[in-house]
Nanobody, 115 residues
């Protein structure tokens, strides 16, 4: 079992930045690929960014490329999502996940971008 707790969400104006954090506990953090999904009202949950166990490989949705950066600190059992040049369409609940055989989820953190 892996427990995940997100933090760092909030209200920001368009063009601003936020840094989300996700702390993990319960298992060896470096054994899990990690990432972030988001879900906007009335829309399906979508993958935003992912990072491999070592941090050497990353993936970004087209909507996130060039603006978001995913990273991890295995010594701190934490994965981060740095979000820059935020747009109103980035408004959503952001969920951290950890994946090995199964997938574990955090409770989500709200990000609201005002125009």
């Amino acid at each position: 079992q892996v427990q995940l707790v997100e933090s760092g969400g909030g209200l920001v104006q368009a063009g601003g930045s936020l840094r989300l954090s996700c702390g993990a506990s319960g298992r060896t953090f470096s054994n899990y690929a990690m990432g972030w999904f988001r879900q906007a009202p009335g829309k399906e949950r979508e993958l935003v960014a992912a990072i491999s166990r070592s941090g050497g490989n990353t993936y970004y949705a087209s909507s996130a490329k060039g603006r978001f950066t995913v990273s991890r600190g295995n010594a701190k059992n934490t994965v981060y999502l740095q979000m820059n040049i935020l747009k109103p369409e980035d408004t959503a609940i952001y969920y951290c996940y950890a994946e090995r055989v199964g997938r574990y989820w955090g409770q989500g953190t709200q990000v609201t971008v005002s125009s």
